[in-house]
């Protein structure tokens, strides 16, 4: 069984900065394609950033240039950085990974931005 772990939300203002890590523990191996996602509306979830296991990133078109995710293979984490940051992205984020074929998400953790 694998557990991811969110940290790193919080209260910020608009224009501020968070960063959010994601540790993955457990039976882990080989941690595949991770990402993050956050609610958008109900229990629906929206891609936020994903990152293979070689470093190659994806973003969705309203964090480019803004976020960044990154990962330290040897820790089993992975990061979210989170710059100018907007009152419209308050809510929850939300860690996932692969790992060999399971899929797993992490808790959630909030993160408001204040105007």
């Known amino acids: 069984q694998v557990q991811l772990v969110e940290s790193g939300g919080g209260l910020v203002q608009a224009g501020g900065s968070l960063r959010l890590s994601c540790a993955a523990s457990?039976?882990?191996?080989?941690?595949?394609?991770a990402g993050w996602y956050r609610q958008v509306s109900g229990k629906q979830r929206g891609l936020v950033a994903t990152?293979?296991?070689?470093?190659?990133?994806n973003y969705a078109d309203s964090v480019k240039g803004r976020f960044t995710i990154s990962r330290d293979n040897a820790k089993n984490t992975v990061y979210l950085q989170m710059n100018s940051l907007k009152p419209e992205d308050t809510t929850v984020y939300y860690c996932?990974?692969?790992?060999?074929?399971?899929?797993?998400w992490g808790q959630g953790t909030q993160v408001t931005v204040s105007s």
């Open positions: 990152i293979t296991s070689g470093g190659n990133t």
């Open positions: 457990g039976s882990i191996f080989n941690i595949g394609v």
């Open positions: 996932n990974a692969w790992v060999g074929q399971y899929n797993y």
